[in-house]
């Protein structure tokens, strides 16, 4: 689904529910298999175990044996942090990190949900701004869903980001072992990267799994492809304006992107922090994939 698609349907609740839906339907007729079993109300059947359980809808679906799990306690509590500092209603059209963002955020809670999980959602610029309780429920999750709704609906902030504070703050705030998820562009002060790795780490130490979404366009955030005639760059947080022609300047920008971006790689493998490229023209199945990964990994 488009980010244009997803702003002008506008319903975070019912599209999370539909692409979740059809996620996993997929997977059941893919070579994915055995992600299938992360699911929080199925598991494959086994043979010899009791028929009595084995959900024959899915089986006419699916054509594949699952049974259902009715006693599932709730065991992993995640904390999904978005970045929603100015840098991410960019670009223009669309507000595409954001709303991509947003989507991939409301996919998670839905699944989260579905496996009895227990999720908070944590927003934040240069500080926090929302923080949810940690939850399971329904009327929980609504609510979620309506924090993401008004989102979309938000405009572009002023201020700037500050996602070495957050991290610091939210590793210190919430309880041990949980999932924290983030999704941010993470265009804090490259200058000043190794705050940012330190409040990494700093979540790593506190005994959290850390799944990182670095959200880009990256055909013009990190390839820089412009119309090489002259530019007017408008930094979104500091609201500074530059002209320039767009070939004088690439080389030197893809170049400075790429050593930050490595850096970042290293320093997440570092810290066994999952660090997922993630551009906004790409679709969300593999961002429901990534989780399962680590979900699985984590049981």
């Given at each position: 689904m488009e980010l244009k698609q997803i702003r002008e349907f506008g319903n975070i609740e019912f599209l999370a529910k539909q692409m979740v839906e059809g996620f996993i339907t997929g997977l059941h007729k893919s070579?994915?298999?055995?992600?299938s079993v992360e699911f929080a109300e199925h598991r494959l059947y086994?043979?010899?175990e009791s028929t009595r359980h084995i959900d024959w809808k899915v089986y006419a679906k699916t054509d594949r044996l699952f049974t259902k799990r009715y006693e599932e306690e709730t065991n992993l509590r995640c904390q999904?942090?978005?970045?929603?500092?100015?840098?991410?209603f960019y670009p223009q059209e669309n507000k595409g990190k954001i709303t991509f963002s947003v989507m991939a955020a409301a996919c998670f809670a839905y699944l989260l949900q579905k496996q009895k999980d227990a999720v908070s959602i944590c927003t934040f610029a240069d500080k926090v701004i929302t923080h949810t309780p940690t939850k399971s429920t329904p009327?929980?999750?609504h609510k979620i869903f309506l924090l993401l709704q008004n989102l979309l609906q938000t405009n572009k902030p002023t201020g700037s980001t500050a996602v070495a504070e957050v991290l610091h703050e939210i590793a210190d705030k919430v309880p041990r072992r949980s999932l924290v998820i983030i999704f941010s562009d993470m265009f804090d002060n490259i200058a000043q990267a190794d705050k940012m790795f330190s409040a990494l780490q700093h979540l790593k130490h506190n005994q959290h799994e850390v799944l990182l979404?670095?959200?880009t366009d990256k055909k013009t955030e990190a390839e820089f492809e412009f119309e090489d005639r002259p530019h007017e760059f408008i930094d979104l947080e500091s609201g500074e304006h530059i002209k320039v022609?767009?070939?004088q300047i690439k080389d030197y920008y893809r170049e400075s992107i790429r050593r930050f971006n490595?850096?970042?790689k290293l320093k997440c493998g570092q810290y066994k922090i999952d660090l997922i490229e993630t551009d906004i023209a790409e679709g969300f199945d593999h961002?429901?994939?990534e989780y399962l990964a680590k979900r699985a990994k984590m049981r």
């Open positions: 070579p994915f298999h055995g992600f086994n043979t010899g999904i942090l978005l970045d929603v500092s100015p840098s991410m009327s929980h999750i979404f670095h959200v022609q767009p070939a490595t850096e970042l961002i429901l994939k």
